[in-house]
């Protein structure tokens, strides 16, 4: 199994949530209302005056041949609104309970 | 979730919500009434007084100053003016508007009851009148024939005046000017005399033998029968055979010592419409009706009313009021369209995209017609205020809604979901919103508070305005949002603007960008230029505050024109009758743009206290003349007004007139205003001699028309002077002598001849011939108790003298008003060059001169305005700080405050307009609008910096890319108020200065605030940042030493 953390501004929600069920991933934690910012030259998503847009987070929990599929799908939003912000990082993960 | 979330969430309950706001607002619309002012209550009230025989003098002493120190303890009172007269004592008060009147008349009730026991016994109750609005009378018809006009009264009454008495909402109708039939009894006093008979004796005997007497009942058989004795005349006819008495055995009739007449009354108003005699008809209406309603109801059952009169009589409508509301009305519903079109291509232009400007758009429908649902629950009508208050707003309720779609394209364009964005966009510049909807409510909410004459006409502009703006942001922040969502179209990479004209228009768009950018960067290269640049602006615009004039109300042309002619006191209705027919003809060839004039001269018959309250006299001729629609004449009333007192000047037999534009249509802004200086002193003879001077001083002052005293001039009378022990000696009593001399002139009313339901008056009085000379007075023969017969001349003389003029009080002092009206030249000139020649005048002691009259309004009305201005500037100023959390950002926004009111200046210098009231609340409405602009740019380089962009990229950046909405925003207001400005159709002249000021301030002010306000903003923070680093400096050093 595989972990996929997903964060990305807010604005791409329900882009997100259509790509995961695309990919019939079903287990996933999301966290709304998170803050942060690129490690190169991603804008700071900190809900302020001078930052208004905010990110969300999303762990999704899937077989591995599932995870190629989606990252295609995250690749192709990343693409179409590269400015938005969308970053994704991939753990293994052992089910214990 | 936040109210933007739940609407982009649910939007058929948003779309719901809203149409169903639209319905009721439609629904509060249809059940509107048009009405031209929201309603006033007149803020004055009069005592009169009645002490028979008492002069004007004695009732000044006895009645008049003993009422007025205790009027002058009823609360709000603002002015008590008083005129005393031969018999009569007339008290009037004036009030601060907004007072309610009803408590205020009982507290006059209270003064007079107590004072009741202080009047001299003589004297009659004092009588309260409430003046009120629901007096005009709201038509004037005229009926005109070419028949006898023996029975116009008859058939007037009852086939006009009573089928429109029955019409809803009419409060009574008065015929005026049309012969009422009248018996006459002419004796002739020589037969009279021979047979010992007095015309009082004629007049009991009539009265006796005119009547019908019910003698009881009788029991005859089975039935029961009443008696009566008939003795009633059938027609006045048999009056001639009716015995008087018996001489030498023989009787004496009637027809023997008098001639009788059956005829027409004697002293009446003659009204002539056209050239041609015809009897006018008043129409009032009931209080709390509308206007355009009563009339529109009349109007539509004239044709039934025109087709029951005989074919001679033809009947025309002289006056209705309805019309110019109707007419204002509706330029003005003409006006807002406009300025909603204008609104829409601003939006299509800018945005260059149909969907996104329909979603614009249609915020303006549903954020106006919010305010027809708050008129409906208030009980106010559509009026001039009302509507252009939505002329006001319809530029700023695009604003809010437009700064919301912008940020939502902008997120669109970055590639969000239309869904997504919408909730966003919104959350990110809701707070900006909000504030700059607080800085207009800030700026109109204090317009309800005003007081005076102003608060009654901005109290329904402040309501309004911010309900419709508080709509508007609801607007922006729910269907914005929402429509947003579901409208705009996600855009692929590339592909922008296909179309050739928007592709145009932005190419255009993005070099004016460019263009202020560069701009802006070379203000802030040269700060100290710019702002000395500016400073000197500014201080020039101030020189023009020297030359722009100034004026309390705006002229208002509703095609109607007052003018009284006064011949000289004791004029006979003859000579007035052809000096008027004289001015007809004149004046019906000069100028075509008139169509009816109508004249009444003539002593009043009226019995309303409309028609009683004017003067009337053999003397007096005054026309009310309506002209056709200004829109369709060249010239205006106050030219065609003023053209009329050149006319009646060249008329030698003239006493005195008064021209009045507009009519005296009470104020508020209708036609012209007056000027009036006010004489103030005890002694009548120094106080005759300044008002004489200061008479000379407004004649010679250039556009002061028809200037003229209101003490009237010494009127010429027959005083009786009756020798007391004469009268005693003969057995006479004064009262007694005194009646009859009244009842040989003026006649005594024996009683009334009943014909058809109709009662007549049978009048014994002297025949005409011999009521011709001061001998004819001292001929009339006195009768005693015991019969025996007295000439005049023998118990008392008749003196010729003038008598007194009327005593007319200011705030308890004696005045004497010198009055003229205003013709083509600004109130504030006139009042500064009057002054200095007043200076010059070497006035009496114990006499004051002071201005009045319009004057007198406008500086209160401007102070109360500046007050406004400065609790208005304060409330902006505290909801910026709020906003921005900084008491020097929103200091900094207030520096354009400046540059609008010099566009103020230019505007109207430019357009040759005064600063009036309106222009003035033009200004104020400026500081909202125009800090907005601040607001924006500001806020947005605020942002800049917290990214940490150094301080000059972040003014260049913040500038260049707010450029867009604050010219669109400003775009829209401006043009808003372009078809106010021009002032297209009746009655738009009054709220032509606001336009006007508006749209100058704010063009000037946006020009200059989006270079000034940078660079100001600039030079703050470089002192700031250069602060920050002396500290760091500083600390270095103190770091280096330890």
């Not at chain 2, 000069?590 to 309250?613: H, L, R, W």
Request: hydrophobic share 45%; charged share 20%; aromatic share 6%.
């Amino acid at each position: 199994m595989k972990a996929l953390m997903i964060v990305y501004n807010q604005a791409h929600n329900l882009l997100i949530m259509e790509a995961l069920d695309k990919c019939n991933v079903r287990g996933f934690t999301k966290w709304e209302d998170v803050q942060g910012r690129g490690t190169f030259k991603g804008e700071p998503h900190y809900g302020t005056h001078a930052w208004p847009s905010k990110n969300m987070a999303t762990l999704a929990i899937m077989e591995e041949e599932k995870l190629q599929l989606l990252l295609k799908e995250l690749q192709k939003i990343n693409d179409e609104a590269e400015k938005q912000g969308l970053r994704a990082f991939v753990w293994d993960s052992q089910p214990v309970i | 979730m936040k109210i933007y979330e739940i609407a982009v969430k649910k939007p058929v309950t948003t779309a719901l919500i809203f149409i169903g706001i639209i319905i009721f607002g439609l629904f509060s619309f249809s059940r509107l009434s048009v009405d031209l002012y929201p309603d006033i209550e007149l803020n004055m009230a009069s005592v009169m007084t009645t002490y028979p025989g008492a002069s004007a003098a004695d009732i000044e002493l006895n009645i008049t100053k003993n009422l007025e120190t205790s009027l002058s303890t009823v609360t709000d009172l603002k002015e008590i003016t008083s005129t005393s007269k031969d018999n009569v004592s007339l008290i009037t008060l004036e009030f601060e508007y907004g007072t309610n009147m009803d408590e205020v008349v009982n507290d006059i009730r209270s003064v007079l009851d107590m004072q009741r026991n202080n009047l001299p016994e003589g004297a009659e109750s004092p009588v309260v009148f409430k003046f009120s609005t629901e007096m005009m009378p709201v038509l004037f018809l005229s009926a005109r024939t070419s028949g006898s006009p023996q029975n116009l009264y008859k058939i007037l009454e009852e086939k006009v005046a009573n089928p429109i008495n029955r019409i809803k909402g009419v409060a009574a109708s008065n015929i005026g000017g049309a012969p009422e039939r009248e018996i006459q009894i002419l004796t002739d006093p020589r037969k009279t005399d021979a047979y010992k008979i007095t015309d009082e004796q004629i007049a009991a005997l009539i009265g006796m033998d005119n009547r019908n007497i019910p003698a009881g009942s009788m029991d005859i058989g089975t039935e029961t029968y009443s008696v009566r004795v008939e003795g009633e005349l059938e027609e006045s006819s048999q009056l001639e055979s009716m015995v008087i008495g018996s001489y030498m055995g023989r009787n004496v009739l009637l027809g023997d010592v008098a001639t009788i007449k059956d005829t027409l009354k004697e002293r009446v108003t003659e009204v002539k419409t056209n050239g041609l005699r015809s009897a006018s008809l008043v129409i009032q209406k009931q209080s709390g009706a509308n206007v355009v309603d009563v009339v529109n109801r009349i109007n539509k059952a004239m044709p039934e009313i025109k087709a029951s009169l005989p074919p001679d009589i033809q009947i025309e409508t002289v006056l209705d009021t309805s019309e110019f509301v109707k007419d204002s009305i509706g330029s003005l519903t003409e006006t807002v369209l406009l300025a909603g079109l204008f609104v829409m291509l601003v939006v299509l232009f800018f945005l260059g995209r149909w969907r996104a400007s329909l979603i614009i758009i249609l915020s303006i429908p549903v954020s106006l017609v919010a305010a027809f649902i708050y008129l409906m629950i208030t009980g106010n009508s559509l009026n001039i205020i009302s509507l252009s208050s939505l002329s006001i707003a319809i530029g700023m309720v695009v604003d809010d809604a437009i700064v919301v779609l912008e940020n939502i394209t902008t997120h669109i364009e970055r590639g969000s979901k239309p869904r997504d964005a919408a909730i966003y966009a919104t959350n990110e510049v809701a707070v900006a919103v909000m504030a700059s909807t607080l800085t207009i409510i800030a700026v109109f909410f204090p317009l309800t508070m005003v007081s005076g004459l102003a608060g009654i006409m901005f109290k329904q502009l402040g309501w309004i305005v911010t309900i419709i703006i508080s709509v508007s942001l609801l607007v922006a922040l729910t269907l914005t949002p929402m429509l947003s969502a579901r409208m705009l179209k996600q855009q692929k990479k590339g592909e922008k603007r296909t179309n050739k004209i928007t592709a145009a228009i932005e190419k255009i768009l993005d070099a004016i960008d460019v263009f202020y950018a560069k701009m802006l960067e070379r203000a802030l290269r040269h700060r100290t230029r710019v702002l000395t640049g500016a400073i000197l602006i500014f201080a020039a615009s101030l020189l023009l505050l020297g030359i722009v004039k100034t004026d309390f109300f705006p002229e208002s042309d509703n095609g109607t024109i007052n003018v009284s002619v006064e011949l000289p006191v004791g004029t006979r209705m003859e000579q007035t009758r052809k000096l008027n027919d004289l001015i007809y003809k004149d004046w019906s060839v000069k100028y075509p743009e008139v169509t009816t004039i109508q004249s009444s001269m003539g002593p009043s018959d009226g019995s309303n206290i409309f028609m009683a309250m004017s003067a009337s006299g053999t003397h007096l001729i005054s026309y009310t003349i309506k002209l056709t629609k200004s829109s369709e004449r060249d010239r205006s009333i106050f030219e065609i007004g003023d053209l009329m007192r050149k006319d009646l000047e060249a008329i030698p037999e003239i006493y005195r007139f008064n021209v009045i534009p507009g009519g005296s249509g009470m104020g508020m802004g209708m036609g012209g205003s007056t000027f009036q200086v006010n004489v103030v002193g005890y002694d009548m003879q120094d106080a005759e001699m300044t008002a004489g001077m200061v008479r000379d001083i407004l004649k010679n002052t250039k556009g002061i028309r028809d200037v003229a005293l209101s003490r009237e001039d010494y009127s010429p009378q027959l005083q009786v002077v009756f020798n007391r022990e004469k009268l005693a000696m003969n057995g006479l009593t004064l009262a007694g002598a005194a009646t009859v001399v009244r009842n040989r002139i003026n006649g005594v009313t024996a009683s009334l001849l009943r014909e058809e339901g109709e009662e007549y008056d049978i009048v014994v009085r002297s025949d005409g011939k011999y009521r011709t000379e001061i001998e004819d007075v001292k001929n009339i023969m006195l009768y005693n108790s015991q019969g025996k017969g007295v000439r005049l001349s023998e118990v008392g003389n008749v003196v010729e003298s003038f008598s007194p003029p009327a005593i007319e009080h200011i705030d308890r002092e004696r005045v004497i008003k010198v009055t003229g009206n205003i013709y083509k030249r600004a109130l504030g000139d006139i009042t500064e060059e009057v002054n200095k020649e007043l200076k010059k005048l070497d006035i009496p002691p114990q006499i004051n001169v002071q201005v009045s009259g319009s004057v007198e309004d406008q500086k209160e009305s401007f102070a109360d305005m500046f007050t406004l201005l400065l609790l208005v500037v304060m409330l902006t100023y505290i909801v910026m700080a709020a906003q921005f959390e900084s008491l020097r950002d929103p200091f900094i926004i207030m520096f354009s405050l400046p540059f609008a009111f010099t566009g103020v200046f230019i505007a109207l210098w430019i357009t040759g307009t005064s600063l009036s009231l309106i222009a003035l609340i033009g200004a104020i409405m400026l500081v909202g609008i125009v800090v907005k602009n601040g607001i924006v740019l500001i806020d947005y380089i605020n942002l800049n910096i917290e990214r940490g962009i150094s301080i000059k990229r972040a003014v260049v950046l913040g500038g260049k890319s707010r450029l867009r909405p604050v010219l669109m925003t400003t775009l829209t207001t401006i043009l808003g108020m372009v078809p106010m400005a021009m002032g297209i159709g009746e009655g738009s002249e009054i709220w032509q200065p606001m336009g006007i000021s508006i749209i100058g301030g704010l063009t000037v002010s946006t020009i200059l605030t989006l270079i000034v306000i940078p660079t100001i903003y600039a030079s703050f923070h470089a002192r700031n940042i250069r602060k920050i680093r002396k500290k760091g400096r500083r600390r270095d050093i103190i770091i280096n030493k330890a």
